[in-house]
């Protein structure tokens, strides 16, 4: 029997995203504001702590940063959901089938192609619609569009059951939640912030060009005081676990 980390990390190998894609954890001392996001993350890029450890992928190879960070753009990614329900109207409207499986579809490009892919990448899918504005800017919903696109040879999944699953565990493992004293609700606690810095020449981080596969994002947690970098440089990942 293979342990949860073992399937995630098959999920993520399939997906060409292993041996590309980290989290790290840093801790801070200062109380943390929301509004005050782009200010924490341009100290915490600067931090002698961060320069020191963080690494991003360059040409294959893990590195550590080689400039000095000038400036960097700060996206607050709305982050409050607490179930998978956001995603069950993709059961109902003609993108999965009733047993789980993805509808495939025809693309002029892409051969092996899907309504999920369709809908995920492509404005005028008659299926794009399905889930609004406000659903797609979820931290939920991006980490579920990322792990579908994956990486340069991504193997696409035939079935929605690997997508959903990978995406609730790692969503699970980054983001803290509490729970009311009175209501017993649970609520997420964690800030996701969109990162992407900057040096003297351009854009550094978290890679030198744009690109939709290549991100980070940090997730702060303001009662614990800690910060979680997520990031995934697009390319061609690892073949063996």
Not at 63 to 91: G, N
Not at 210 to 220: D, G, H, K, M, R
Request: hydrophobic residues 35%; aromatic residues 12%; contains cysteine.
């Amino acid at each position: 029997m293979r342990t949860r980390c073992e399937m995630e990390m098959g999920h993520l190998l399939v997906r060409s995203m292993l041996g590309r894609i980290s989290a790290q954890y840093y801790s801070f001392d200062q109380t943390f504001y929301p509004y005050n996001s782009k200010d924490f993350a341009f100290s915490f890029f600067n931090d002698p702590c961060v320069s020191a450890n963080i690494r991003q992928m360059e040409a294959g190879v893990w590195v550590a940063p080689d400039s000095k960070v000038v400036s960097v753009d700060v996206e607050v990614v709305p982050c409050s959901k607490v179930s998978m329900a956001m995603f069950d109207p993709l059961y109902t409207c003609g993108v999965i089938r009733t047993n789980g499986h993805i509808v495939k579809c025809y693309h002029d490009m892409h051969p092996d192609y899907d309504e999920l892919r369709e809908m995920l990448q492509e404005e005028d899918s008659k299926h794009h619609a399905v889930l609004g504005r406000e659903e797609r800017g979820e931290f939920l919903f991006r980490l579920f569009q990322h792990l579908c696109l994956g990486g340069e040879l991504c193997q696409y999944e035939d079935a929605i059951a690997p997508y959903i699953d990978t995406t609730k565990q790692i969503y699970k493992d980054l983001i803290s939640v509490q729970k009311e004293t009175e209501t017993k609700e649970i609520s997420v606690v964690s800030t996701v912030l969109k990162v992407s810095a900057y040096d003297e020449s351009g854009l550094c981080y978290p890679g030198k060009r744009e690109e939709e596969q290549t991100f980070a994002y940090l997730i702060v947690d303001p009662f614990r005081r800690h910060v979680c970098v997520f990031y995934h440089s697009y390319g061609v990942g690892s073949f063996t676990l």
